[in-house]
């Protein structure tokens, strides 16, 4: 796999990774009342839903890909636009991430909790169908290629896990701050707005 896409699979990936969004959030809420350990591993179920998902999309889209043009088209487009949805919906947001867990659940609980929301992420489903293509060679080795970039995602998530619990433990005054959140907000928006654009001028290669 070509080094360079690669360079910009990164930082494209990683503003998908950390933006605000569900999984994320609860790794926020869950570090602040039961500890940075214990969210991080709770967070690994997260990872094993998107293992799956990336499993599907490396099995089924290698072959749509190399078949027809015309839906690769379509795909580029569907990531791009739900990219700058994301983007535009993020940036118009005045809410801050923090809320109040009233429950208390164990390591188990938390982990099927994170599981089935990843599962059942749109977003999640979204990227492993619309955005991992666009940075497949597929006149290379395609499920190689597919490898190395769900783990590089996978690698980034549990990045964004560690962030967010740390953000829960130690910065929760600042996000409910609305000036604070908002700015938080869009910087994210602006990353995805940027990968989205630049989605659009991906060639199949």
Request: charged fraction near 15%.
């Given at each position: 796999?070509?080094?360079?896409?690669?360079?910009?699979f990164?930082?494209?990936?990683?503003?998908?990774?950390?933006?605000?969004?569900?999984?994320?959030?609860?790794?926020?809420?869950?570090?602040?009342?039961?500890?940075?350990?214990?969210?991080v591993?709770?967070?690994?179920?997260?990872?094993?839903?998107?293992?799956?998902?990336?499993?599907?999309s490396?099995?089924?889209?290698?072959?749509?890909?190399?078949?027809?043009?015309?839906?690769?088209?379509?795909?580029?487009?569907?990531?791009?636009?739900?990219?700058?949805?994301?983007?535009?919906?993020?940036?118009?947001?005045?809410?801050?991430?923090?809320?109040?867990?009233?429950?208390t659940?164990?390591?188990?609980?938390?982990?099927?909790?994170?599981?089935?929301?990843?599962?059942?992420?749109?977003?999640?489903?979204?990227?492993?169908t619309?955005?991992?293509?666009?940075?497949?060679?597929?006149?290379?080795?395609?499920?190689?290629?597919?490898?190395?970039?769900?783990?590089?995602?996978?690698?980034?998530?549990?990045?964004?896990?560690?962030?967010?619990?740390?953000?829960?433990?130690?910065?929760?005054?600042?996000?409910?701050?609305?000036?604070?959140?908002?700015?938080?907000?869009?910087?994210?928006?602006?990353?995805?707005?940027?990968?989205?654009?630049?989605?659009?001028?991906?060639?199949?290669?």
């Amino acid at each position: 796999m070509e080094i360079l896409k690669l360079l910009f699979f990164i930082p494209a990936c990683f503003a998908l990774n950390i933006a605000p969004g569900p999984n994320n959030l609860m790794s926020m809420n869950n570090a602040r009342c039961y500890g940075f350990k214990t969210t991080v591993i709770a967070g690994l179920s997260r990872i094993v839903a998107f293992s799956l998902m990336i499993v599907l999309s490396a099995s089924g889209l290698a072959v749509v890909l190399h078949t027809s043009e015309k839906l690769f088209f379509i795909i580029k487009l569907l990531g791009a636009a739900y990219l700058l949805w994301i983007a535009f919906n993020l940036w118009c947001s005045n809410r801050h991430p923090v809320t109040e867990i009233t429950e208390t659940l164990s390591l188990l609980d938390l982990a099927k909790q994170e599981f089935l929301l990843a599962a059942g992420n749109p977003k999640a489903i979204l990227i492993f169908t619309a955005f991992l293509p666009q940075f497949i060679d597929i006149s290379d080795r395609v499920n190689e290629q597919f490898l190395i970039l769900g783990s590089t995602f996978l690698i980034l998530e549990m990045a964004a896990i560690s962030i967010y619990a740390l953000f829960g433990m130690y910065l929760r005054q600042w996000f409910t701050k609305p000036k604070m959140a908002k700015c938080f907000n869009r910087v994210c928006a602006t990353f995805l707005a940027i990968s989205g654009v630049n989605l659009l001028f991906t060639r199949q290669q």
